[in-house]
Structures are given as C-alpha cells and as structure tokens.
C-alpha cells in the first residue's frame, strides 16, 4: 500500500487521514506537535519544527505523495520536499495563500472582485490608504492570520497610529499589513472546489458561513442565495483552482454584497466551512482531498441531505452528551486533551431531509 504524508498535525490532518485509512492508505504525519489530533489517527508521525529540513528530507523519503492541512510551511522545507516525492498542491499555491496581498492581487488578476485594497509596511502607508479607502477599515496582517488574529478595525475615531501599533510587526514580524476597505455585507459564503491531477474538478455547494467572536460558528447549506449566485460562486473557486493549478482542495471564502459577490480569502486545503460534507455528501471534503493528491478519480459532492455545522469551541464541547442524544445530530470531536477558551474541539453536523425546512426557497441574494 501507499503511504500518504500530511503536513500538519490538526483536525484537519486527523479528518483527512481517516478519510486515507478508509481508503486504505497508510497516512504518516509531520507535525511540530506532540500527541497532535492527526497523529492519535495515523500509521506514523514525525514531531519535528516545519523548517527542520533533516527532519523534512527523511519524513519525504518515507512517503508516496505529501500534502498539507496547514499552509504556512517555510519556501525552503517545500521545495526540498518537491525535489524529493510528489508535493500536492504545489508551492506555487501555498505561496499565493500565504500572503494576503498576493492574494487579493492573484484574484483582482483573474478579473474577481475582493474588498478595495492597498498593502502597508507603515504607519505613513496606512494613513495614505485610509485616506483613499475610507473608514471603516480593516487592517490585517499579511501572513499568518486565522481565527481573525491579527486584525484591528479601524472606525471613525480609531487612531491610525494605535492601529498601527495595535498590529505590531505582524505575527511573522515582518511589519507588512493590508488595510481592505470595511464590508457590509449580506452574509459570507464559502465553496469549496476539488480538482484531479487530469484537470477534472468537482464542487460542493456553497455554504452560509456564521461568525462568532472572529471564529466560524455554523455553516448552513443550502445556503440562501439563488441558484445564479450560487453558480457564480462556484465559477469564481473553479476559475481559481484552475489558474493556481491546484491538485487537491481550494476553499474560497466570500463576502455576498447587494452588489455582487467579493472574494475574502483562500485556502489550498480542506476548511472548517465544509466539515457539514461529512454527513450530507456522498463523497466528503477529506475523501475527494485524499482522491485528489492521490491521483484517484474524484467522487461525487452531491448533497442528500440539508445540513448545519456547529463548531464546538472551548467549553462547547462538554455538552457531548446531549448532542449524542439528539437523532438529527452527528458528533465529530478532534480528541484534544485541553479545552483552551477558542480552541476548536469538535464539531457537530445536524442533518435534516432536502427542502425539509423550506430553506431550498429562501433567497437573500
Ligand atoms: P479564518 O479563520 O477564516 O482563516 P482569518 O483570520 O484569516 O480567518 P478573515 O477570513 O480575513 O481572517 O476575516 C475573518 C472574518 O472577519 C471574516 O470572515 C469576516 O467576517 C470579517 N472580515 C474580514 N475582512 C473583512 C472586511 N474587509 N469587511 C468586513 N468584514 C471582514
Ligand atoms: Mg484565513
Ligand atoms: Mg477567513
């Protein structure tokens, strides 16, 4: 049998290595994480810094084909990878998910709107941009950000410098910011597209996507946008897919706005916005992933069922009891030992028959 190697060692890594074992694949993990969610799960794990690249050129040597479910590893350890054993996706696209500001640019080349935009390496850039831009305002850092660390508001009476200080070097140090004008829109989607290494891609449909205190809360399908804009929103993470030459997953998370769609962000793997796939998809995220950067074909996303996707942050996750009790609900928890405040433990997917709640003919855009 093959050996599939995961970069990562999180719920994301732990999902897709299930997904792997199911299709009977051995899954070696690399993980600067001891007793890591992925690692509970799979044949071997090596616990090494990303950039060890000894560590890197043996866990290479030991395996088929490596992919990634965190994409902020270092140029140096990718390349040494790819010189090794097939790297899915390759660095290319880890490159452009790296950095807001290639990937604002990366999508504003295709011709697909985002937020207006304009990169910031200091406190002088920030109040030129602000100046064109308008309030409000959001200052992100370029690299490193999730969970919306590494994120300042700016309204009307923030001061830029404060801002600016508030954001520090950024969370790589690097002191390299995007200030993106402040959207109000009608509600967030996301999709998320498969492709094959033959080219042949596959989507699932898009899901309505709830925040809660800068973390994903629920993920809803079907989400309540007519069919155009939903065709729309899978046009523009195919387009995509297909430009970055991503062999793997791609989900593509956008704004929905009175005036059309905008793209937020990207991400060359599986995502939290698709975790509903599990239950109410033939083929889930993790196994058209593991199909993807295997080479298999891929299998169907269609959807049988409706479906919401809880997130069971922190404390959340002790009330396994009852969501075990509920017939409509299905239990996913990551098998992390400490329930740090912001820490996703699990996840739960309620499931309901398609057009059961009348949510088929809800449109909002
Ligand atoms: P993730 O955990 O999804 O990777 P992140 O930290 O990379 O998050 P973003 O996805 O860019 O950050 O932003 C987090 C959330 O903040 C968005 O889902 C959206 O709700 C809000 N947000 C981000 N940018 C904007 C914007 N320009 N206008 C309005 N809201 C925004
Ligand atoms: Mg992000
Ligand atoms: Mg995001």
């Given at each position: 049998g093959s050996t599939v190697g995961i970069i990562g060692g999180g719920q994301l890594g732990r999902m897709a290595a299930l997904a792997a074992a199911?299709?009977?694949y051995r899954v070696h993990v690399f993980t600067p994480e001891q007793d890591s969610p992925a690692a509970q799960v799979s044949a071997a794990a090596t616990v090494a810094a990303y950039g060890d690249e000894t560590a890197i050129a043996a866990f290479a040597r030991a395996v088929d084909v490596v992919t990634f479910e965190f994409e902020n590893i270092p140029?140096?350890?990718?390349?040494?990878?790819?010189?090794?054993?097939?790297?899915?996706?390759?660095?290319?696209?880890?490159e452009t998910a790296q950095d807001r500001i290639d990937e604002k640019q990366f999508f504003n080349d295709l011709g697909i709107a985002t937020a207006p935009w304009r990169a910031i390496t200091s406190h002088a850039d920030l109040v030129a941009a602000l100046d064109e831009i308008g309030r409000p305002a959001v200052l992100k850092t370029a690299r490193m950000g999730y969970d919306?660390?590494?994120?300042?508001r700016i309204t009307a009476d923030t001061d830029p410098a404060e801002a600016w200080a508030a954001l520090g070097t950024g969370l790589d140090g690097s002191g390299c910011g995007i200030l993106e004008g402040f959207i109000d829109f009608l509600g967030e989607i996301s999709v998320i597209v498969a492709r094959g290494a033959d080219g042949g891609w596959a989507a699932f449909d898009p899901a309505w996507n709830v925040h809660r205190h800068h973390i994903l809360d629920t993920s809803t399908v079907p989400a309540p946008i007519s069919a155009a804009t939903a065709a729309q929103a899978i046009d523009i993470a195919r387009c995509a897919a297909e430009a970055l030459d991503v062999v793997g997953l791609l989900a593509v998370e956008m704004f929905v706005t009175p005036t059309g769609l905008l793209v937020n962000e990207m991400a060359p793997r599986p995502h939290n916005s698709g975790h509903w796939t599990m239950d109410a998809c033939i083929t889930d995220q993790f196994e058209q992933f593991i199909r993807a950067v295997c080479g298999l074909p891929l299998g169907s996303s269609a959807r049988h069922s409706n479906a919401q996707m809880t997130n069971l942050i922190g404390a959340d996750a002790d009330r396994w009891l009852e969501i075990l009790a509920d017939p409509d609900a299905r239990l996913h928890l990551y098998g992390k030992a400490e329930a740090r405040p912001g820490r996703k433990m699990g996840h739960v997917n309620?499931?309901?028959?398609?057009?059961?709640?009348?949510?088929?003919?809800?449109?909002i855009s």
């Open positions: 199911r299709l009977g140029a140096d350890s990718v390349r040494l990878m790819a010189s090794l054993v097939p790297v899915r996706p390759g660095w290319n696209v880890l919306g660390k590494g994120q300042v309620r499931l309901h028959p398609l057009g059961s709640d009348g949510s088929d003919a809800v449109t």
